[in-house]
C-alpha cells in the first residue's frame, strides 16, 4: 500500500490568514483526493487533485477558498483561505493505488483557527 | 491529539464479544462498499470491501454483510479485542466515479 505523509501535522492560524497543507505519496499515483473531517463528523470530500489539469470540486466546495496544486504524480498541495473558526477540521489526502476501492490515506492535518 | 468520532452513536463490547457495527448507504448504484477503522490522531484505515454483486465477504476476524434491498452496510467483528476500539466508517463509491462517500461513522468501546 501507499505511504502518505502530510505537512503540517496540526497548526492553530488567525482568522483571515491561509495555510497550504502538503501531501507527499511514496510512489506515482493516478488519483488523489483531499478530504475535510469536522469535529465529531465524517469525512467529506472537498476535490479531486488532478495531475496536469484543474482539480474537480465537490458541491459547496470552491477554487477561491480551496485551491488546490498538482505538480506531479507524487506530491499535492490544498490550501485554506482567508479561514474562519468554521474551517476548523481535519484535513486528509488521499490516493487510489489500482482498483477504485484500494484508496489509502495520509494522517491528516489537524487545522485549528482562533 | 484531537479525537475523530466525538459525537458519533457509540457502541460498547466486552473483550472476547462479537461486534457488529451497521450503516445505511444512500446510493442504490453504487459499485463497492468499503469498511474503515480510524484510530484516534490517525487518518482512516482499510479494512474490508464487498462489490454491489455479492452479499458476504468474510475476511480475518471481519465480516461484511451487504443487503442491497434496504441498502444496508453491517460489519462483524468476531472475538473483539482493545486493539479494535477505534470510530468505524462505511464508505461508497457511485458507479462510474472514484470517489468515496463516507457514512455517519460508528465509535466502538471495548471494555476489558
Known amino acids: 500500500s501507499a505511504v502518505i505523509s502530510q505537512k503540517p501535522s496540526r497548526d492553530i492560524c488567525q482568522r483571515g490568514t491561509s495555510l497550504t497543507i502538503q501531501c507527499q505519496v511514496d510512489?506515482?499515483?493516478?488519483?488523489m483526493f483531499w478530504y475535510r473531517q469536522q469535529p465529531g463528523q465524517s469525512l467529506t470530500l472537498i476535490a479531486t487533485?488532478?495531475?496536469?489539469?484543474?482539480?474537480?470540486?465537490e458541491s459547496g466546495f470552491v477554487i477561491d477558498k480551496f485551491p488546490i496544486s498538482r505538480p506531479n504524480l507524487t506530491f499535492s498541495t490544498l490550501t485554506v483561505s482567508n479561514m474562519s473558526p468554521e474551517d476548523s477540521s481535519i484535513y486528509l489526502c488521499?490516493?487510489?493505488?489500482?482498483?477504485?476501492?484500494?484508496?489509502?490515506f495520509g494522517p491528516g492535518t489537524r487545522l485549528t483557527v482562533t | 491529539g484531537e479525537s475523530v468520532g466525538l459525537h458519533l452513536p457509540t457502541l460498547s463490547v466486552q473483550e472476547g464479544d462479537n461486534s457488529i457495527i451497521n450503516c445505511a448507504y444512500s446510493?442504490?448504484?453504487?459499485?463497492?462498499f468499503i469498511w474503515y477503522k480510524q484510530e484516534s490522531g490517525k487518518g482512516p484505515q482499510f479494512i474490508i470491501d464487498?462489490?454491489?454483486?455479492?452479499d458476504k465477504r468474510q475476511g480475518q476476524r471481519v465480516t461484511v454483510l451487504l443487503n442491497k434491498t434496504v441498502k444496508h452496510l453491517s460489519l462483524q467483528i468476531a472475538a473483539t479485542q482493545p486493539g479494535d476500539s477505534a470510530v468505524y466508517f462505511c464508505?461508497?463509491?457511485?458507479?462510474?466515479?472514484?470517489?468515496?462517500?463516507f457514512g455517519a461513522g460508528t465509535r466502538l468501546a471495548v471494555h476489558p
Open positions: 446510493n442504490s448504484a453504487s459499485d463497492y
Open positions: 464487498i462489490r454491489s454483486n455479492m
Open positions: 487533485a488532478n495531475q496536469g489539469s484543474e482539480a474537480t470540486y
Open positions: 488521499s490516493v487510489i493505488q489500482g482498483e477504485v476501492n484500494e484508496q489509502y
Open positions: 510512489s506515482q499515483v493516478t488519483m
Open positions: 464508505a461508497e463509491t457511485p458507479g462510474g466515479y472514484n470517489k468515496l462517500i
